[in-house]
């Protein structure tokens, strides 16, 4: 079993930026692909970025590529998604996931992911 805690959600102004940061419980983490999903108020979880268990692999929905930056650290069990150049579309509840099948293919499905955590909220303003 693998708990997710998310942090680093707030307030932020179009062109800001913020570093949300997961942190992750057992210890198999290393052996998991991580996702960052968002949510915004009235639609489906989306994919945002997913990272290779080793971290040589990264991938990110087009519309944060060259904005978004996702990374881990094994040794801490963290996982962190620095976003840049905040646009108010980025508005959402944001969170981590881990797929916890070993040598699983970087995958941009909710259904394949096994652990959530609860969420942490971004508001970006305009």
């Known amino acids: 079993q693998v708990q997710l805690v998310e942090s680093g959600g707030g307030l932020a102004q179009a062109g800001g930026s913020l570093r949300l940061s997961c942190a992750a419980s057992?210890?198999?983490?290393?052996?998991?692909?991580m996702g960052w999903f968002r949510q915004a108020p009235g639609k489906e979880r989306e994919f945002v970025a997913a990272?290779?268990?080793?971290?040589?692999?990264?991938y990110y929905v087009d519309s944060v590529k060259g904005r978004f930056t996702i990374s881990r650290d094994n040794a801490k069990s963290t996982v962190n998604l620095q976003m840049n150049s905040l646009k108010p579309e980025d508005t959402a509840v944001y969170y981590c996931?881990?797929?916890?099948?070993?040598?699983?293919?970087?995958?941009?499905?909710?259904?394949?992911?096994?652990?959530w955590g609860q969420g942490t909220q971004v508001t970006v303003s305009s």
């Open positions: 996931a881990a797929d916890r099948h070993p040598g699983a293919v970087l995958t941009t499905r909710t259904g394949n992911y096994d652990y």
């Open positions: 057992g210890r198999t983490f290393s052996m998991y692909n």
């Open positions: 990272i290779s268990w080793f971290g040589g692999n990264t």
